[in-house]
C-alpha cells in the first residue's frame, strides 16, 4: 500500500476511474515527518531523487539520504534562529539542495519561499520585505548572490545568506556545512492549518502577490499526480519547471512521493529539446510534465522515440492541436491537459481513464466542487461561458486552496466575494461533460456586440507555422468597439513582411467565424511577459 492511502478516501465508478476523493488527517500533519520519514522508516532504500546536470554529474538520494540530509539540515537552521513561523527564501533553480531544504524547513515548521533566480534586485528587496525574511538560500551562478547581497543591504544586512555547492564572497557554504551537522532531529511541534509554502505569483497589473498554503497542501496533490500526471510507483517522474515556480511543487516533490514515484530533476540553464528526450530514455522517465512550450519546440524539432515514457501532461498555456496530433502520431502518448492556479491545485484534467481530448482542459477533479457562473451568480448552462468557481464544503474548509495572499486581506476577501473563491478564469462545458478555457474575464474582446476569447483565436495562430508565440488583444475601432489585433513572434526563417502577415491573417481568418477574425497583426521580436513567463497583454493593449 503506498503511504498516500493512509491519508484519503477514494471511489471509483465501474471502468476504475476517480469518482471521489477525500482526505484526513492528524492535525499536527507534517510532510517531512508523516512522508518522508515515514517512507524512510519502512523503506529506507527507496528511490526518492534522481539528479543530474548539463556537467554530467548525477546523484542518487532515497528517502533514507532525505531523511538524513533534511535532519542535518534543519539543525543547521534551527542554529540560526529558525523556528516555526519564520520565513526563508529560497533561489536554487534545480539543485538538488532544495529537496532537502524544503523537507527540512518543513520539519521545523518555517515557511518556504521559493523564488526564481531570474529576479532582479527590486524584486527581492520587495519580496525580502513584503514578506520579512529571515534567511536567505541561494545559488551561486549567474550573478544571484550580487542581486542578493544588493536587496539584503537595502532591507536588512543582518539576514543570514547561504550560497548552494560553491564559495561565493560574503556568503556561507550551505553545501559543505551540511556535510559536518547532525543527522537526529527531534519532531518539533506544528499544525496543519500552520503557514508552510509562500509563493509570490505575477498578474497581469500591479505587484506580485503572496500566496499562502498551509501544511494540508502537499496532500492535495495527490490526485495532481497519480490521476493526472500518472506518477506511478517506484517510477520517475519527470515535471520541467525550476523549484521557483509553483509547478515544481506540482510535478517535482509532493504528489509524487505521496504515490511512491521518485522525482527526475535535470539541472539545465537552456532548454534544448534533444537533451530533454535523451534525459527521458537515459534514465527511464515512467511519466513527463511540461508546458505546451517545450512540446512545441519539440514537434518542430523532430520528436525522437521515447519508448519507455507511459504518460505525458501538460498545462500553463496553450497547446494547439497540432502540437497535440503530432506528438500523438510520433510518440502514441495523447497529451493530457490540465489546470489550476498558483492558488490552487489542480482543478480539472484528463484524469486517469479517460481518453485526453484535444485542447480540453477536461473534467472538473472529485476533490473539487466546481461550477461556472455568471455574472448574476448563477450556473450557466452547457455551452455557454462562465466564471470558474469553487464551493467549499459546509465544514468550510477546503484542502489544496490558499489560505490567504501576504498583506492583502481586502484582495482575499474580494476573491471570496459571496462565499465561494472565484479564479476569474471563463471557461466553457460541452455536451460530453468536457470544459474547455476560454480566457481571462479581464482579457476577453468584445467586437461588434460579440465576445470573443483571445484563446479561441490563438489557438488558431498556433497552427501557422511561421507563429512560434502569440497573444490576441482587442484594440479600440470606431466601428466595432474593439477590434482583434494579434502580436506575434515569428519562428526561426521567417521575416517580417506585409506579405507573411497576410498570409498569416488570411490562414487564420479562414478558419475562424467571422466575427472573430484578426483585423491587424504586428510582429515582435518578444512578447512582454511578467518574471513567471506570462504574457502581459495590459502592456499590449498599451
Request: charged share 25%; hydrophobic share 35%; proline share 5%.
Amino acid at each position: 500500500m503506498s503511504i498516500y492511502q493512509s491519508f484519503c478516501n477514494e471511489t471509483f465508478d465501474s471502468e476504475g476511474r476517480l469518482t471521489g476523493f477525500r482526505l484526513h488527517y492528524p492535525e499536527n500533519f507534517n510532510f517531512g515527518y508523516d512522508v518522508v520519514d515515514a517512507i524512510a522508516k519502512q523503506t529506507p532504500g527507496k528511490r526518492a531523487l534522481v539528479w543530474c546536470n548539463t556537467e554530467n554529474q548525477e546523484r542518487t538520494f532515497t528517502f533514507d539520504d532525505i531523511m538524513r540530509l533534511s535532519n542535518q539540515a534543519a539543525n543547521l537552521f534551527a542554529s540560526r534562529g529558525i523556528g516555526r513561523g519564520d520565513r526563508v527564501m529560497v533561489l536554487l533553480k534545480r539543485h538538488y539542495e532544495y529537496w532537502i531544504i524544503a523537507v527540512a524547513l518543513h520539519k521545523l515548521g518555517a515557511v518556504l519561499i521559493p523564488a526564481t533566480h531570474m529576479l532582479t534586485v527590486d524584486d527581492l528587496v520587495y519580496r525580502i520585505r513584503l514578506a520579512e525574511v529571515k534567511g536567505i538560500v541561494c545559488t551561486a551562478q549567474d550573478g544571484v548572490p550580487r542581486k542578493v547581497r544588493e536587496a539584503v543591504e537595502q532591507v536588512h544586512p543582518g539576514i543570514f545568506c547561504w550560497t548552494a555547492q560553491q564559495d561565493c564572497e560574503g556568503f556561507e557554504n550551505f553545501t559543505r556545512q551540511l556535510e559536518g551537522a547532525d543527522d537526529t532531529f527531534a519532531r518539533r511541534e506544528t499544525a496543519v492549518t500552520d503557514p508552510m509554502l509562500l509563493y509570490f505569483t505575477s498578474g497581469t497589473t500591479g505587484y506580485p502577490k503572496g500566496v499562502i498554503h498551509d501544511f494540508s497542501y502537499p496532500l492535495a496533490h495527490i490526485v495532481t499526480a497519480k490521476y493526472w500526471q500518472q506518477a506511478e510507483d517506484d517510477g520517475l517522474h519527470f515535471t520541467v519547471a525550476e523549484t521557483g515556480w509553483a509547478k515544481a511543487s506540482w510535478g517535482k516533490i509532493y504528489g509524487q512521493w505521496l504515490v511512491g514515484s521518485a522525482v527526475m530533476v535535470y539541472d539545465f540553464d537552456n532548454f534544448e529539446p534533444k537533451q530533454l528526450t535523451a534525459i527521458i530514455n537515459r534514465y527511464g522517465v515512467t511519466s513527463f510534465c511540461a508546458p505546451p512550450t517545450v512540446y512545441r519546440y519539440l514537434v518542430r524539432k523532430g520528436v525522437p522515440p521515447m519508448p519507455g515514457l507511459r504518460h505525458a501532461s501538460t498545462a500553463g498555456e496553450l497547446l494547439s492541436p497540432e502540437v497535440f496530433r503530432i506528438f500523438r502520431e510520433r510518440t502514441g502518448l495523447s497529451l493530457a491537459e490540465g489546470y489550476g492556479q498558483t492558488e490552487t491545485t489542480l482543478l480539472m484534467a484528463n484524469f486517469q481513464g479517460d481518453v485526453p481530448v484535444e485542447g480540453s482542459m477536461g473534467r472538473i477533479s472529485p476533490f473539487y466542487r466546481i461550477e461556472l457562473r455568471g455574472k448574476d451568480g448563477s450556473r450557466v448552462p452547457v455551452g455557454e461561458i462562465g466564471e470558474v468557481v469553487i464551493i467549499p464544503p459546509e465544514n468550510g474548509r477546503q484542502e489544496g486552496i490558499f489560505i490567504g495572499y501576504l498583506g492583502d486581506e481586502e484582495q482575499f476577501r474580494h476573491v471570496w466575494r459571496g462565499g465561494v473563491y472565484h479564479t476569474g478564469d471563463a471557461a466553457w462545458q460541452d455536451e460530453n461533460g468536457n470544459y474547455w478555457f476560454h480566457g481571462r474575464f479581464d482579457d476577453i474582446i468584445k467586437t461588434g456586440g460579440f465576445r470573443v476569447g483571445p484563446f479561441e483565436v490563438e489557438n488558431v495562430l498556433m497552427e501557422h507555422p511561421a507563429v512560434m508565440e502569440c497573444s490576441v488583444v482587442g484594440v479600440a475601432d470606431p466601428l466595432r468597439g474593439q477590434a482583434i489585433k494579434a502580436y506575434v513572434v515569428l519562428s526561426p526563417n521567417y521575416t517580417d513582411s506585409k506579405e507573411l502577415k497576410n498570409e498569416i491573417r488570411n490562414f487564420c481568418n479562414a478558419r475562424l467565424a467571422e466575427y472573430k477574425w484578426i483585423h491587424s497583426i504586428e510582429c515582435m521580436p518578444e512578447l512582454p511577459k511578467t518574471i513567471s513567463g506570462k504574457i502581459r497583454k495590459v502592456e499590449l493593449r498599451k
